[in-house]
Antibody
Framework: QVNLLQSGAALVKPGASVKLSCKAS????????IHWVKQSHGKSLEWIGY????????NYNEKFKSKATLTVDKSTNTAYMELSRLTSEDSATYYC??????????WGQGTLVTVSS | DIQMTQSPASLSASLGETVTIECRAS??????LAWYQQKPGKSPQLLIY???SLHTGVPSRFSGSGSGTQYSLKINSLQSEDVASYFC?????????FGAGTKLELK
């Protein structure tokens, strides 16, 4: 069965960067794009972007273009998202997710990022 | 970007009641709409896709309807396990966008 296993919670200082991981299993990693979604505490969901694991092609939400960088390691079936120049506005839970056709059928368990000095 | 306006923001209902959540898109999304359920501390889970198709394993008391810019999620015979937040999401166009969510509680 499809499983997306995300890295653990992170506490990072303002101005720093953090790299989150999402290890995929149960399917052929290069066959499906990996998407990332942000959920600020108690609030709604925002689509950050996706990466094609086969080609490395990325498509970002304009809002996150200077904030997030998506990469993959095909040798370990792992997708990464690096968030840079962190502020309190970046404190949130981040999910990796995978489509089935066009809708998000599979979700990781989420990674809580807390930005605090 | 397509804006998704979801209502109500919160809802209180009794067991066995029928509840309806609405979602309005800022333009026609041609049934490119999904509904998700999210319980506290958990990831969102897919309920409905293509506006009215029930995802595998989702109880039949959940149903979706609508077209154009107006969509709704109905829960018949509310159960205690339905207490959660619900989100709509359009996938007709990038960037994908979500509604603000509806928090459903028991009365």
């Amino acid at each position: 069965q499809v499983n997306l296993l995300q890295s653990g919670a992170a506490l990072v200082k303002p101005g720093a960067s953090v790299k989150l991981s999402c290890k995929a299993s149960g399917y052929t990693f290069t066959d499906y794009y990996i998407h990332w979604v942000k959920q600020s505490h108690g609030k709604s969901l925002e689509w950050i972007g996706y990466i094609n694991p086969n080609s490395g092609y990325t498509n970002y939400n304009e809002k996150f273009k200077s904030k997030a960088t998506l990469t993959v390691d095909k040798s370990t079936n792992t997708a990464y998202m690096e968030l840079s120049r962190l502020t309190s506005e970046d404190s949130a839970t981040y999910y990796c997710t995978r489509l089935w056709v066009y809708w998000f059928a599979y979700w990781g368990q989420g990674t809580l990022v807390t930005v605090s000095s | 970007d397509i804006q998704m306006t979801q209502s109500p923001a919160s809802l209180s209902a009794s067991l066995g009641e029928t509840v309806t959540i609405e979602c309005r898109a800022s333009e026609d999304i041609y049934n490119g709409l999904a509904w998700y359920q999210q319980k506290p501390g958990k990831s969102p889970q897919l309920l409905i896709y293509n506006a009215n198709s029930l995802h595998t394993g989702v109880p039949s008391r959940f149903s979706g309807s609508g077209s154009g810019t107006q969509y709704s999620l109905k829960i018949n015979s509310l159960q205690s396990e339905d207490v959660a937040s619900y989100f709509c999401q359009q996938y007709y166009n990038y960037p994908y966008t979500f509604g603000a969510g509806t928090k459903l509680e028991l009365k």
